[in-house]
């Protein structure tokens, strides 16, 4: 018998497994509390899925047939490259994967041959944008440190970001899957001024964090 899992990735003591569950019910799934795997204070920054305890234990509990719903992609993985190799990895299981931010389903059992080659569509634009994203950040260092040089440090930095690097490729990912600023802003915590002037000017958003050493 299939089962539908949700994990749950919480890192901050705001964060609680139970407000993904409540947030994944109401999106219309059926998942039972013995279905909830969750890491606790677990970086998605610098742990691969596999490298963490609830993560060991879900790929463990996973079989063909299976559906794995998460608040969204980051939950699963470092960056974009990984959270991308770790999906195609599920699906190669037999696993599908949902979000419950914009509905996304990643389906490992697709009915058609179009619909595979939508999803593996998506999968590799995902991967593209974290090499571009990836090879921005090395770009956007370089020119803070070239910068860094003839400046003070006060003035090299200028105002922290009110965002973190986890926000950031966020709003990015919903942007690009067609999330409207409001929604975007609910998904993050951020102020919908934030989300636009991140949206609008990502380049400028990357290089602020770049600066911060964020």
Request: proline share 2%.
């Amino acid at each position: 018998m299939t089962k539908t899992f949700l994990y749950a990735r919480v890192s901050t003591s705001e964060q609680t497994s139970a407000h993904q569950l409540e947030q994944a019910r109401k999106a219309g799934f059926d998942i039972h509390d013995d279905d909830v795997i969750t890491d606790h204070g677990t970086s998605g920054v610098t742990t691969r899925l596999a490298e963490r305890e609830g993560g060991k234990a879900l790929l463990h509990k996973l079989r063909d047939g299976d559906t794995l719903v998460v608040r969204w992609l980051d939950r699963l993985g470092r960056n974009y490259r990984d959270v991308t190799d770790t999906l195609r990895d599920l699906l190669r299981r037999g696993v599908t994967v949902k979000t419950v931010i914009n509905g996304q389903t990643f389906d490992a059992h697709p009915k058609s041959a179009t619909d595979e080659a939508v999803r593996d569509a998506l999968i590799g634009f995902m991967a593209a944008q974290a090499e571009a994203q990836a090879q921005a950040t090395k770009e956007a260092q370089a020119a803070g440190i070239a910068y860094h040089k003839g400046t003070s440090p006060e003035k090299f930095k200028g105002r922290k970001p009110s965002f973190d690097r986890k926000q950031f490729e966020e709003i990015k990912a919903l942007a690009a899957a067609g999330q409207g600023h409001s929604a975007i802003a609910k998904a993050t915590g951020l102020n919908r001024n934030s989300v636009i002037r991140i949206a609008s000017d990502p380049e400028k958003a990357e290089a602020s964090l770049a600066r911060w050493g964020l």
